[in-house]
Every structure is written in C-alpha cells, then in structure tokens.
C-alpha cells in the first residue's frame, strides 16, 4: 500500500548513518573515560538514539522519557505534558538528552531545568536536526546532526499524525495535496 501523503526526501539514510556515526565518535572522545547517560525522549527520538547509542564507545546506559507537544498537528501547542518519568535517578551521571528535533525550543527550555535540579555531574543536549528558524527561545545544543529550512519533516522516528515514523530517511510530508 502506498502512503497517503506525498514524501520527498530531505535527508537520505546513508547521510543520516554518517552524521550519526560522526557524532557518536565526537560524543566518544568528549567523555573518554567516563560513563554516560542518553535520556531518549519518546518517541521521535528512538531511531536516532537506538543507533547513536551503537556508534558510542564508552560505557552506555539509557533511560526513557515521553513529553508532547503537538498532538496531531504540524505545530506545538506550546503545553508541555510529560507523559512517561524516567526510571532511574540521573544524580551524579553525565548525562545527554537525545531528541529527534528541536523547533521552537519550548519542550526543551521546560524539561533542561527539570532535569538540572536532579543534580546531574553535568547535562548536554543532542539532536538530530535543528530548525534554527523557528526557535522561539534560546537552547544551548552541544551535539546537532543537521540545520534544517522550516518544513514539516517526517521519517526515522519522527511523525505526522503518528504515521511515517517508519521511514528510513528524513522526508518532507506534502500536507498540501491531502485528499
Ligand atoms: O518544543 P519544540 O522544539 O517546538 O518541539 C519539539 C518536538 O516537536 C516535534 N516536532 C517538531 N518539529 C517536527 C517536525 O517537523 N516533524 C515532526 N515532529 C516535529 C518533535 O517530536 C520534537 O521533539
Ligand atoms: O510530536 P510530539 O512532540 O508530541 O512527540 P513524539 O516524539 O512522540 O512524536
Ligand atoms: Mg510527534
């Protein structure tokens, strides 16, 4: 079966495994020697953190955690709900956040502080795409994959209306000629 929106590919996989694997070589070299903790933020983030978590050389555990924004549509309601808690405690653990994509910057400028208060050793951002347009306010991000234009992108995790998740690539979703 086809889909049912019309997909234009943005970012193709090999281009997303050789960003991820050169950002899981950097993240190796910056915590030589220490143990860290991806916090993976459902479930945009899965793909991306599933195989950064493989190109990472040092000792690695994961944690999970689910907020949303946006529902069922193409822009964030600005309400940030967090929908699953992480299971363990991040005290005293070097710890990065894995989203899948930064747009206006709210989810993020709501939960750092959140997760700053459970007393990390120290806490970083990592994303895999960025749209720098549209941010609304001010995040600091160590580790980003790729700055994109402002369109709606679905694919390796990310979703419109839950669909297309599945895609291995990053894609534009042509909302335009639904029918
Ligand atoms: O809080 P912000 O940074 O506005 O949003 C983060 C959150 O929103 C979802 N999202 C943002 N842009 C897109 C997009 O182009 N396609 C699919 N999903 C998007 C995503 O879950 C982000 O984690
Ligand atoms: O789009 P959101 O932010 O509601 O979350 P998810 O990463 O689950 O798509
Ligand atoms: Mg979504």
Known sequence: MSN?????????????????????????????????????????????????????????????MQTSSYGSGTTSSGNIVIKKELD?????????????????????????????????ADICICTLLDKPDRREVDIDVKYNGFNIPDEFVVGYGLDYDQMYRNLPFIGVVHLDDEN
């Open 88 to 120: 363990e405690s991040i005290e005293g653990e070097h710890v990065i956040v894995v989203e899948d994509i930064i747009d206006s910057g709210n989810t993020l400028f709501r939960l750092m502080p959140m997760l700053e208060e459970r007393n990390p």
């Open 4 to 64: 049912k929106h019309k997909i234009s590919v943005m970012i193709s996989e090999d281009k997303l495994q050789e960003k991820i694997a050169e950002i899981g070589a950097k993240i190796s070299a910056d915590y030589e020697g220490k143990e860290i903790k991806l916090i993976c933020i459902l479930k945009g983030s899965i793909f991306f953190c599933c195989e950064l978590a493989k190109r990472i050389t040092v000792p690695v555990k994961i944690d999970f």
